[in-house]
């Protein structure tokens, strides 16, 4: 082999190197930790062993319309060893210091464990312990969105220091902003678009899943409003039937897209709308901002750069607040399923109550 080719071939392989080494430091800074409570609200029955999974593994978990054979293990025995396999890195086992040794949560108690993830959503999965009532799970699921990184840290300091000069500016910015929200909410919620994420079927619960109920045609204001229950799936199935769809009850890309497709004109005209409503907001406040800088250059130049720093900081607090990483903390209710073994044929049927929460907090 002669120097040239070498020297190529060393070079290729040393790209190589730095790409997979950028590759996995970028996958690294994806990586965040959360808090996660598990707390028993049920009077006498126990929660089993928790296992914390993103969404994008439930196809480990669920299957159709029952569950899969090892997550049908950790409902059975409270075992979550063989799930947590299946899923691989992606899932995480928190044990409860009540009942027999670091198995199970007591009602009234709550358990406290870390969780790091790149996952944007993740589940919560556990068996209710068989005091009651046999072949039982609990599961919810939790938007994570980004983490904070230090940037976003140094800004909420700087954000206090500058809050009462910005004041004035910030609520009236706050006013316009929740009357162009308030806007697009009432045009678009006769529609009951539903956005794009993770495949929704039974267990799932969500604010995508109260838009399905209401494109459904079923009841979105009940205390059952985020669930995707029984009553969701068997609409989900009639609607599929008739769409020519397969009627599996799973809200997948297709399905997705089908029932989204009679609202698409609406939404385009919609957002025509909210577009032009925007700029005419955006030109009020553009000639009010340059009617109040006139008075005094120095003066103009400090409002002027009060509003550009109000508004980077509304901002990261919105990005913060979407992704409760603003230290505050989600709290979701934990949903209770019987996995069904009776006849033939397996089903999932959600079983109304109060049964505990889950709240996630950034670190």
């Known amino acids: ?119 944007p959503e993740i589940r919560i999965f556990a068996m209710v312990a068989p005091t009651e009532k046999p072949d039982n799970y609990l599961t919810a699921t939790v938007k994570l969105g ?30 316009d902003n929740m009357a162009k929200d308030s806007m697009a909410e009432d045009g678009m919620m006769d529609h009951a678009m539903i956005p794009k994420g993770g495949v929704l079927r039974l267990g799932a619960s969500g604010k995508r899943v109260t838009l399905l109920r209401k494109r459904l045609g079923l009841d979105a204001m009940g205390d059952n409003a985020m669930m995707y229950d029984a009553d969701v799936k068997s609409a989900v199935m009639d609607y599929q039937s008739k769409a020519g769809l397969r009627a599996d ?43 109040d800088t006139m008075m005094d250059s120095k003066d103009a130049m400090a409002k002027k750069d009060t509003m550009m720093e109000t508004k980077d900081t509304m901002a990261k607090d919105t990005m913060a607040n979407d992704a409760m990483m603003d230290h505050s903390a989600m709290t979701v209710m934990l949903h209770r399923f019987d996995i069904g073994h009776d006849e033939n044929t397996k089903t999932t049927t959600a079983i109304e109550g109060d049964f505990g929460t889950v709240t996630v907090k950034a670190l």
């Open 1 to 119: 082999m002669n120097s040239s080719m070498k020297t190529i071939l060393f070079a290729s392989a040393g790209a190589m190197s730095l790409l997979a080494a950028s590759t996995a430091a970028f996958a690294e800074e994806m990586v965040h930790a959360y808090e996660v409570t598990v707390t028993n609200t049920m009077k006498t029955e126990l929660i089993a062993p928790v296992l914390v999974a993103g969404t994008e593994n439930d196809s480990a978990i669920f299957d159709g319309n029952y569950v899969t054979p090892e997550a049908e293990v950790q409902v059975l025995t409270g075992d979550p060893k063989q799930l947590a396999a299946r899923i691989g890195a992606g899932a995480a086992v928190a044990h409860g210091t009540d009942g027999p040794p670091k198995v199970l949560l007591a009602p009234g108690k709550s358990l406290t464990f870390t969780v790091k993830t790149a996952a």
């Open 146 to 175: 980004n983490a904070m990184d230090d940037t976003m840290a140094s800004d909420s300091m700087e954000k206090k220091a500058m809050e009462n000069k910005a004041m004035e500016a910030k609520a009236t910015m706050a006013e």
């Open 249 to 291: 009850g799973v809200v997948g890309a297709m399905t997705l897209k089908s029932l989204n497709a009679p609202a698409m004109d609406d939404k385009m005209a919609m957002d025509d709308k909210m577009a032009k409503d925007t700029m005419a907001a955006d030109t009020m406040a553009a000639d009010t901002m340059a009617k």
